[in-house]
Nanobody, 115 residues
Framework: VQLVESGGGLVQPGGSLRLSCAAS????????MRWYRQAPGKERELVAV????????KYADSVKGRFTISRDNAKNTVYLQMNSLKPEDTAVYYC?????????WGQGTQVTVSS
């Protein structure tokens, strides 16, 4: 299993970013995919979840209405569209898949929201 995140960067408050996570090594469309984030000095937190077909999504209260998780099963890629970004969204963002009760993680992509 390999997960590779991209799309992070520095953005001003109120701005947008789109994160991507390219997956390989498993049957992508069969698995729930998740985005987590970890800010300095804080525990990793779940941000968004999407079912295998893309029809079921869930969000942390802190990002509801601002972030959208989606997936393209033809490209084995999951996305996180982040709008109306706030300084408190600053974190390293990770995608995750749980396969046979084992958590796989990407290397993470840094998102910094600052003026």
């Amino acid at each position: 299993v390999q997960l590779v995140e991209s799309g992070g960067g520095l953005v001003q408050p109120g701005g947008s970013l789109r994160l991507s996570c390219a997956a390989s090594g498993f049957t992508f469309s069969s698995y729930v995919m998740r985005w987590y984030r970890q800010a300095p000095g804080k525990e990793r937190e779940l941000v968004a979840v999407i079912g295998g077909t893309g029809g079921n999504t869930k969000y942390a209260d802190s990002v509801k209405g601002r972030f959208t998780i989606s997936r393209d099963n033809a490209k084995n890629t999951v996305y996180l569209q982040m709008n109306s970004l706030k300084p408190e969204d600053t974190a390293v963002y990770y995608c995750n898949v749980n396969k046979l009760w084992y958590d796989y993680w990407g290397q993470g992509t840094q998102v910094t929201v600052s003026s």
